[in-house]
């Protein structure tokens, strides 16, 4: 549970800025991508993965299961409606603002040193999976514009996830794991979606 409650304040930063920003003129934003140039496309980033197809998330994660290799783990990663007004893992030196660091993710919330907010409109839930105990290891919520290896695995691209079934999915796995680095990222994922029901995230286990 300490996890949990370590986590609950950032959760709260991000609701209230989400609040902050939909009544805000939004004109005057500036993407993380936009800030150096250690970035890719999300549309390049994307095309390097293999796609998936499938009537829905669950349907696609069981067609990644079906084409990964049995003895190879393999990312199965999907985008999202990102909250607005948050950037995570953006490349700049100078800021005014909250930075949480959870695990090696960096989540901001402010501007640059000149006023202008920052965010990220392109993330990704990356789940990896153990195909040998059809166990999910790790997940991350990573910037698509950043240039990664991903650890040298396979990613099969699920496309876009509508929230409720992206919320309820990463509900269930926060419920389901130890209160560990695994249950931590879910709650992560959830507090950054661009949801009104992320406001009512509570202990112990990051329910909504």
Request: hydrophobic fraction near 40%; include cysteine.
């Amino acid at each position: 549970m300490r996890q949990t409650k370590m986590i609950q304040p950032f959760i709260l930063t991000l609701a209230l800025a989400g609040i902050a920003c939909a009544g805000a003129d939004r004109v005057t934003t500036l993407t993380a991508a936009a800030c150096e140039g250690e970035f890719q496309s999300s549309t390049a980033a994307i095309q390097s993965f293999t796609s998936v197809e499938g009537a829905d998330l669950m349907a696609k994660l069981e067609a990644a299961r079906t084409r990964a290799q049995a003895q190879t783990p393999y990312w199965s990663a999907y985008t999202f409606d990102v909250r607005p007004g948050v950037a995570v893992d953006p490349a700049i030196h100078e800021f005014h603002g909250s930075m949480n660091t959870i695990g090696d993710t960096s989540v901001f919330v402010g501007t640059t040193a000149s006023g202008v907010t920052v965010e990220t409109r392109n993330l990704g839930v990356f789940l990896l999976r153990d195909p040998g105990r059809n166990q999910i290891t790790r997940m991350e919520v990573y910037n698509l514009e950043h240039k990664r290896e991903y650890s040298s695995y396979p990613v099969y691209w699920l496309g876009r996830a509508n929230n409720e079934e992206s919320l309820n999915y990463l509900r269930a796995l926060s419920a389901a794991a130890p209160l560990d680095t695994l249950s931590e990222r879910a709650v992560l994922g959830i507090a950054l979606h661009d949801d009104v029901r992320v406001h009512q995230i509570h202990e112990p286990r990051g329910r909504l």
